[in-house]
T-cell receptor
């Protein structure tokens, strides 16, 4: 059973470009979470999605960031017009269901570098 | 979710048990205690979780005090590969689907 998959593992963008990060949850998992880890800081929650629905986006920056989890295919975290401050590791996690009874399993992350 | 307090760092000799404490004195009756770890630059790894009873799996044991205000994660025979930051997290058990709130964690250094 493959774990959570993220791609690309490393992404380099110039200021003003768009970044697309992909996350394929574990088989049988329909709940996806995105977290961001800035250099030398802890992980911070960004957004929680189920298939075709955004459940909680309280941690998402108000501008330039969006996320989706379509009926088919991976979840996508999209960052428009990237700035240097967006450089970070972005981790995706999935769970079989929501709530505190269900553990989240993390992917290896995508390391975004903005030049 | 209740707040947790952990020591910022700990050392452990290879082969010995590592006992990582966590204080969660404001925990509610419907909140689980979770432990994750993050080995340098990797994604967080789920270790174990529990509600009231002590739990054990192939990675670790979780001991929760009777009043549930603190817990201890035990790695019975620490190896160098257990060097990581360990996070104790409290989560509400309802089905609303909630995020993990990572604090500073405990940086465990296993030494030869």
């Amino acid at each position: 059973n493959a774990g959570v998959m993220q791609n690309p593992r490393h992404l380099v963008r110039r200021r003003g470009q768009e970044a697309r990060l992909r996350c394929s949850p574990m088989k049988g998992h329909s709940h996806v979470y995105w977290y961001r880890q800035l250099p030398e800081e802890g992980l911070k929650f960004m957004v929680y999605l189920q298939k075709e629905n955004i459940i909680d986006e309280s941690g998402m920056p108000k501008e330039r960031f969006s996320a989706e989890f379509p009926k088919e295919g991976p979840s996508i975290l999209r960052i428009q017009q990237v700035v240097r401050g967006d450089s970070a590791a972005y981790f995706c996690a999935s769970s079989v269901a929501g709530g505190g009874r269900n553990e989240q399993f993390f992917g290896p992350g995508t390391r975004l570098t903005v030049l | 979710d209740a707040k947790t307090t952990q020591p910022p760092s700990m050392d452990c000799a290879e082969g010995r048990a590592a006992n990582l404490p966590c204080n969660h004195s404001t925990i509610s009756g419907n909140e689980y205690v979770y432990w994750y770890r993050q080995i340098h630059s990797q994604g967080p790894q789920y270790i174990i979780h529990g509600l009231k009873n002590n739990e054990t799996n192939e990675m670790a044991s979780l001991i929760i005090t009777e009043d549930r205000k603190s817990s201890t994660l035990i790695l019975p025979h620490a190896t160098l590969r257990d060097t990581a930051v360990y996070y104790c997290i409290v989560r509400v058990a309802n089905n609303a689907g909630n995020m993990l709130t990572f604090g500073g964690g405990t940086r465990l250094m296993v030494k030869p």
